[in-house]
């Protein structure tokens, strides 16, 4: 162990508790290397000096000359804390925040003429809505098919050249689509001026109302299509049409199903502290962190609170499911807390019941279970299970 290392190691040892916290691994010139969270902070920092040489730990303490820490009330706060570091400072070592690899977003793209495509991960600043979490990218990959195809949106890459029928032209050029999908009547063709801008965003506001669970526009066109077919005696293909108008239909219930998810998160969440930290409420606003306040012990300071909480929800807001980048990312990140430490939830009280004798109701109790359930489903999908892969992409 070199000396660097060795004075590190010897630093932590000394200085370090076993308390929640957040961490940090910094560079030669002070560059944010790595950012970590434990329940126990010295023995997680303690780690990895032990680590294996390969190992991800090893190669960060390499690279580290300096190690820096603070303490967090609770694991939920040092949760929080890491997300907003990573997502302020981007650090070397971070590729991204917890990554959960049986999930994906739909990405709806805010580009001139946009695209609806699965990501891993939302990302990218504000350039784009997201809709999900959802399980099952192979499964969601056929839904964008099907939507695609329906309403019939591009699927090209971004830079793709676009030439919309309402583009002025120096010289009219008569131009043939680019991909096969455009050949066939598939997509609207803005690349080869077969729509007008607002042609084509009317049928991205159709894909938006969809994923939002406002509208079964491309359910209707799917049943239009299977009916054809079968007065034209074409009961396969008819078949075959109704079987992925049944998996839009399921995938359209998971999506209300989300929505669903987004109002119930909407709590008042008081953590108890750890490791000496103080109790903290934490106001919740559709899966999002409004406000964070010492847990009040007056009833001066409940009524503050409560007054707070009125003036949180009293804010006009959208029902829509889609969102920016680092809102889904957040929501994804309290979802999963929830749904991860389910006992968590004996602690939250339903924003549409705030005094002390609800938290204790009934119907408070129902809330909460309710919320339980709807994580639960929201991560398998309806029914408790995960959906396979629709049979093909909408014809």
């Not at 932590?12 to 030669?28: D, F, T």
Request: charged fraction near 30%; charge should be neutral.
């Amino acid at each position: 162990m070199d000396s660097r290392v060795a004075t590190l190691l010897s630093h932590v040892r000394a200085q370090a508790e076993n308390r929640p916290g957040v961490y940090r691994m910094l560079g030669p010139a002070g560059e944010l290397l790595y950012v970590g969270k434990s329940v126990r902070v010295r023995t997680r920092l303690l780690s990895y000096f032990r680590a294996d040489e390969g190992e991800k730990a090893a190669e960060i303490i390499a690279q580290a000359h300096r190690v820096e820490w603070e303490y967090t009330a609770s694991e939920f706060a040092a949760l929080l804390h890491e997300f907003r570091l990573i997502k302020g400072h981007r650090p070397l070592y971070n590729v991204e925040h917890k990554k959960d690899r049986a999930h994906c977003f739909l990405q709806l793209t805010r580009e001139a003429v946009p695209r609806l495509r699965v990501v891993a991960q939302p990302g990218g600043g504000g350039n784009a809505e997201y809709f999900g979490p959802f399980h099952g990218r192979h499964t969601m990959a056929e839904v964008v098919r099907a939507v695609n195809d329906l309403l019939e949106l591009r699927d090209c890459p971004s830079d793709t050249p676009m030439r919309l029928a309402d583009q002025f032209q120096l010289f009219a050029m008569k131009d043939d689509p680019r991909c096969m999908r455009g050949q066939t009547a598939r997509c609207l063709s803005p690349c080869a001026s077969g729509c007008t801008q607002a042609e084509y965003l009317a049928q991205v506001a159709l894909a938006r109302a969809f994923l939002n669970g406002a509208s079964d526009r491309p359910l209707v066109i799917l049943r239009e299509r299977m009916a054809m077919a079968a007065r034209r005696l074409q009961f396969e293909y008819a078949a075959e049409l109704r079987d992925r108008a049944e998996r839009l239909e399921h995938v359209q219930a998971w999506i209300v199903e989300l929505g669903r998810t987004l109002r119930r998160l909407s709590l008042i969440y008081t953590v108890r502290g750890q490791g000496g930290g103080e109790d903290r409420t934490y106001v919740l606003r559709r899966g999002r962190i409004r406000a964070e306040v010492p847990a009040p012990r007056t009833d001066e300071e409940q009524a503050a609170l409560e007054a707070r909480v009125r003036d949180i929800f009293a804010l006009p807001e959208p029902e829509a499911i889609g969102l920016r980048a680092q809102e889904a990312q957040e929501v994804m990140l309290i979802a999963k807390w929830f749904r991860l430490h389910p006992d968590e939830l004996e602690g939250t009280v339903p924003a549409s019941a705030r005094t002390g004798e609800a938290a204790a109701s009934e119907e408070a109790a129902e809330a909460r279970a309710e919320l339980a359930r709807t994580l639960e489903r929201t991560v398998e999908g309806p029914g408790g299970e995960a959906p396979g892969p629709p049979n093909a992409a909408a014809g």
